[in-house]
């Protein structure tokens, strides 16, 4: 205890908790003012149009009223603001014009001020399909001089009544994040620095992971910038996955199967598909109040802290040397894929299946080792096997197939350690629980793909099927070339390749067993990821293949095993390095590896930092505008979880097949429950189709009658004989999923018992 005060009377602790007090008091103190509110009516628009007429609507609206070409139209008076998260509620009329590729114009609104980075300069576009929308806008800096300002850049765009509004939930969230983050690095601090009473005692180990802060800061770079981390091929239908689950959540669903905005309302269901469990983090934050682009850039910076940490501790297991485990996990970091999947498509659920992988061969190399592993080793290995594979689970469903393939591969050779008693129980029981664990989602996503219906996620079950996959193969030449978007297994890790090969000649029998078992096996299977992720390997005759050839498939792009590739020759790698350690050249070996590393991110970061420019994408329609192919959907969405029978085309769906046979009056949707007003006259049973994609779990609430899945994949509900009135229509899960959900939970629930309740109860009893 006199240590801690003793520490606490450094200059430079006390500087350091009087900023982090100061910034706590000062998010308090500003998030306790009452909420900045500014509200203009049509006639105190200030109009600053050069070419477009303005006028009033019927409605009483001011703005252009004519189909015109774009400019900034209106201003609003100058406001005092200061610096917060502000929710513009717009009353407008927006009918956009078209460009010549027949994509509709966008319209929105803005942030100005005399000053110069008073405002973020983001701009929030409007819902074409409404007359009303929310839209989210940040102050950076305190200014009187903040004008909204509307854009209309194609069409007729007029505006009324306009309230802007401090978001004092998102201030209070902001009290929290800060609250949250000191103490996080305090702790951190706590560990790592030598003076303090707690620090770890490995000086080794504390610098370690002081660099590997550094090394996850700089996989960061990019998400410190205005919009960073939000240029990739799927960052669009990331953000709209969040901002689904936010809906799915303010609706009540727990968890969520179907986002009900999506598709134009008509609702669509990648959770039944996708694991997502990881998403519900940035969802929370969306929640709270924080755009979706800054709940997606806090995940990243979040998961890539988890990759450094889950990596670190995994190598440094199985090789039980610091500086070794740190050369692994900056390897990987870096590792070209890794990059690129965080940056250049932005694919969620790889790079995070990316940070889980490194568990699996920690848990094979306790298992595996040169003797029966004991009881304790049993339940660590059984224990990163539940996470690992249950995280795969829950992220990307073609990793957890790439994973468990090479795993099966691996524990089939080796089938006799793997039939011994313990061994075969880690397996039993990690296979068990992560399927307990994960059954909420499981037993849906068998549920929904046994029971067909949804096809267009496979290219099918044949040899032409394996030619379409195999064309999208990297050429052999690109394995190894630093390409601008980084989509290689690159030099550096092909070197580390290299070295072991050579360690594995010179040493002959004196290198390490370890080192050489586990090198062997890496670059074994690792050379056959490379191999399958090009254009070489025969993805015809595999995907001939019955059953297994359906699955293996679902890869779509062979350059996918790239991900098991990296973890794989990372390994490898660092057993290069490792064996040595005995003589002179691992030092040199290992600084060559690490220079080639950053030189790569370097090279990565000069060609991709240029093109990030400041955009802002995520308030009720701005997802409209997300992608040129459909712009005029609700939100952006991919076509491959659509149940078939459904035809999408660029401005909603299109039904071939009659099938209602009653008097429509009007469907509405709230709050993600369905309202179809209807009467039936024939005196008989009728139909409705109802403009919503069909999943499981859609039910009728108030009245009798059942649901079903039309020819044109969309929710259909028969019609009793002579009514007349409305019939409400709602996802409701089905009972058996709720059975799922509950044993998922109670699994939970006693794993946590077993490792927190109990051992405190006996440490009371002794």
């Known amino acids: 205890m006199k240590t801690s005060f ?290 997606y850039r806090t995940y990243v910076m979040v998961i890539q802290a988890l990759t450094a940490g889950i990596s670190f501790f995994s190598f440094r297991q199985m090789f039980r040397h610091n500086k070794t485990a740190l050369l692994g996990s900056i390897l990987y970091m870096l590792a070209p894929y890794h990059i690129y999947n965080i940056y250049w498509r932005s694919a969620v659920g790889e790079y995070t299946a990316l940070a889980f992988l490194p568990l699996i061969p920690a848990a094979l190399s306790l298992l595996y080792g040169s003797q029966l592993p004991d009881r304790h080793q049993a339940k660590v290995a059984c224990a990163e096997l539940v996470v690992a594979f249950g995280a795969l689970v829950q992220t990307h469903i073609i990793s957890l197939e790439l994973a468990t393939l090479a795993t099966a591969i691996f524990c089939l050779y080796h089938f006799r350690r793997t039939f011994t008693r313990r061994v075969l129980g880690v397996w039993l029981t990690a296979a068990g629980l992560v399927v307990l664990l994960n059954l909420w989602f499981l037993f849906p996503f068998v549920t929904v793909m046994m029971g067909g219906g949804y096809s267009s996620m496979y290219g099918g079950e044949s040899f032409a099927g394996g030619l379409s996959v195999q064309k999208n193969g990297l050429c052999l030449s690109q394995l190894l070339n630093w390409r601008d978007d980084h989509n290689s297994i690159g030099v550096v890790l092909v070197a580390g390749a290299v070295a072991f090969v050579w360690c594995w000649f010179t040493q002959g029998k004196d290198m390490p067993r370890r080192e050489k078992k586990i090198g062997l096996w890496a670059l074994l299977l690792g050379t056959l990821a490379c191999w399958m992720s090009t254009n070489t390997f025969p993805w015809g005759w595999l995907g001939a293949l019955p059953v297994a050839g359906r699955l293996l498939l679902a890869i779509q792009f062979p350059w996918r095993y790239f991900s098991l590739a990296t973890v794989l020759l990372v390994l490898v790698s660092v057993c290069a390095v490792s064996a040595l350690r005995r003589g002179r050249y691992a030092q040199p070996v290992a600084v060559l590896l690490l220079s080639a590393s950053l030189l790569g991110v370097g090279i990565f970061y000069h060609s991709y930092l240029p093109t990030v420019e400041p955009v802002y994408l995520g308030d009720s329609g701005q997802l409209i505008y997300a992608d040129y192919k459909i712009s005029n959907m609700s939100w952006y969405y991919d076509s491959l979880y659509l149940p078939d029978g459904a035809v999408e085309i660029r401005d909603g769906f299109v039904c071939n097949t009659p099938i209602t046979t009653v008097d429509i009056a009007s469907v509405t949707r709230e709050n993600g429950v369905t309202v179809l007003s209807c009467s039936e006259a024939t005196g008989q049973m009728g139909h409705a189709e109802l403009p919503l994609l069909y999943y499981p779990g859609y039910t009728i609430l108030n009245t009798e009658g059942n649901v079903f899945r039309t020819e044109n994949g969309m929710v259909g509900v028969t019609v009793p004989a002579g009514y007349s009135g409305e019939i409400r229509v709602a996802f409701r899960e089905p009972k058996r999923w709720l059975a799922a959900d509950m044993i998922s939970l109670l699994t939970l629930l006693v794993l946590v018992g077993r490792l927190v309740v109990v051992p405190r109860w006996r440490r009371k009893k002794q």
Not at 72 to 93: C, E, F, K
Not at 157 to 170: A, K
Not at 238 to 257: M, T
Request: hydrophobic share 45%.
């Open 6 to 295: 003793h520490l606490l009377r450094r200059p430079p602790v006390l500087a350091l908790l009087i900023v982090q007090l100061l910034i706590l008091l000062g998010a308090v103190w500003s998030a306790a003012q009452p909420a900045t509110v500014y509200r203009f009516t049509p006639d105190q628009w200030e109009v600053i149009a050069q070419h477009s007429a303005i006028a009033y609507d019927e409605d009483g609206r001011r703005g252009v009223t004519e189909m015109t070409e774009g400019e900034i139209i209106l201003q609003t008076p100058a406001m005092s603001l200061p610096a917060g998260h502000y929710r513009v509620a717009l009353d407008y009329r927006y009918e956009p014009s078209r460009t010549a590729e027949e994509i509709d114009h966008r319209a929105g609104v803005y942030f100005t001020a005399a000053e110069a980075m008073s405002v973020s300069g983001e701009q929030g576009c409007v819902d074409v399909l409404t007359q009303q929308d929310t839209v989210v806008l940040n102050v950076n800096y305190a200014s009187d001089t903040v004008r909204l300002v509307a854009n209309n850049d194609g069409g007729i765009f007029t505006l009324g009544n306009v309230e802007i509004r401090q978001d004092m939930v998102y201030a209070w969230a902001c009290v929290l994040g800060w609250l949250v983050l000191f103490v996080l690095v305090d702790l951190a601090l706590l560990l790592l620095v030598p003076a303090s009473p707690k620090a770890l005692r490995d000086a080794d180990l504390r610098g370690c992971l002081w660099l590997l802060a550094g090394v996850t800061l700089l996989t960061c770079v990019p998400l410190l910038m205005n919009s960073g981390g939000c240029q990739g091929a799927d960052w669009r239908f990331h953000l709209a996955r969040i901002e689904g689950i936010a809906q799915g959540l303010r609706e009540g669903q727990f968890p969520v199967r179907i986002y009900s905005q999506a598709k134009d309302g008509y609702g669509y269901a990648p959770s039944l598909f996708y694991g997502e469990a990881f998403l519900y983090f940035p969802a929370v934050l969306r929640l709270l109040g924080m755009s979706v682009q800054g709940a």
